[in-house]
């Protein structure tokens, strides 16, 4: 079982910055893929980023590549995602994730966070 806490989210303007954490439970983290979803009001949720077991293979959407970072720091539990240059349209619940292995985390992963609210004003 793990569970996922996501915090670092709140307002900015837009082009400014903010980092998510998302902190896990549980003694298999380091061997999951894990990975941001973000659902903005109105619209499904969506695929943002993901991150391989060790931190060597990252995947993004096209709407954040070259503008969002995801990383992890297993000896934390944690995994980040770092946003930068925020346009009002990155606004939405973002959701932190786990699988067991890559593709089972963009089919549709096993373990999902509560959310934390990002919001971008122009």
């Known amino acids: 079982q793990v569970q996922l806490v996501e915090s670092g989210g709140g307002l900015v303007q837009a082009g400014g910055s903010l980092r998510l954490s998302c902190a896990a439970s549980g003694r298999t983290f380091s061997s999951y893929a894990m990975g941001w979803f973000r659902q903005a009001p109105g619209k499904e949720r969506e695929f943002v980023a993901v991150?391989?077991?060790?931190?060597?293979?990252?995947y993004y959407a096209d709407s954040v590549k070259g503008r969002f970072t995801i990383s992890r720091y297993n000896a934390k539990n944690t995994v980040y995602l770092q946003m930068n240059s925020l346009k009002p349209e990155d606004t939405a619940v973002y959701y932190c994730?786990?699988?067991?292995?890559?593709?089972?985390?963009?089919?549709?992963?096993?373990?999902w966070g509560q959310g934390t609210q990002v919001t971008v004003s122009s």
């Open positions: 994730a786990g699988d067991s292995d890559w593709s089972g985390l963009l089919a549709g992963p096993h373990y």
């Open positions: 991150i391989n077991w060790s931190g060597g293979s990252t």
